[in-house]
């Protein structure tokens, strides 16, 4: 009988133990929340603060004061702008409405060129680096 005794001690110190330790680590976790969520809250502040800043300096109050201040620009004025109809007219149009695209038939051009010519002259054609012998 006190084996048994001696065992169900042991087994009540060691499930006292186990449940400490499992508290003491939700205290841990719970302390390590409390502090991100402090961090988290510290975080927005600053950057509602810096939010802030910005706008101010943004401000277009702010801004014509700074540009009257340090440049010399004049205000624009309503005089400024014209109608549509004063804008020059249309350059004349080179191509007529049924002709072929002149630079759609040069590329064609160039690529039959290509074409009927061998490999070799393709590349000089193109520009590219002849590749060796044994690669082909």
């Not at 969520?37 to 600053?46: F, K, L, N, P, T």
């Not at 706008?55 to 620009?73: C, D, F, N, W």
């Not at 020059?88 to 060129?113: A, H």
């Amino acid at each position: 009988m006190r084996i048994v005794h001696l065992f169900v001690i042991c087994a009540l110190i060691f499930a006292a133990s186990y449940v400490y330790r499992i508290k003491m680590e939700s205290t841990v976790r719970t302390e390590r929340v409390l502090k991100l969520r402090a961090d988290i809250r510290e975080q927005r502040d600053s950057i509602a603060a810096l939010r802030a800043e910005w706008a101010k300096l943004e401000s277009p109050r702010r801004l014509q004061e700074l540009a009257s201040r340090h440049l010399s620009l004049r205000p624009i004025e309503a005089t400024q702008y014209d109608t549509l109809k004063n804008l020059p007219p249309r350059p004349p149009s080179f191509v007529k409405p049924g002709d072929p695209d002149p630079i759609g038939t040069m590329i064609d051009s160039v690529d039959q060129e290509a074409l009927a010519s061998g490999p070799q002259e393709q590349e000089s054609i193109t520009g590219s680096v002849p590749s060796p012998e044994g690669a082909r």
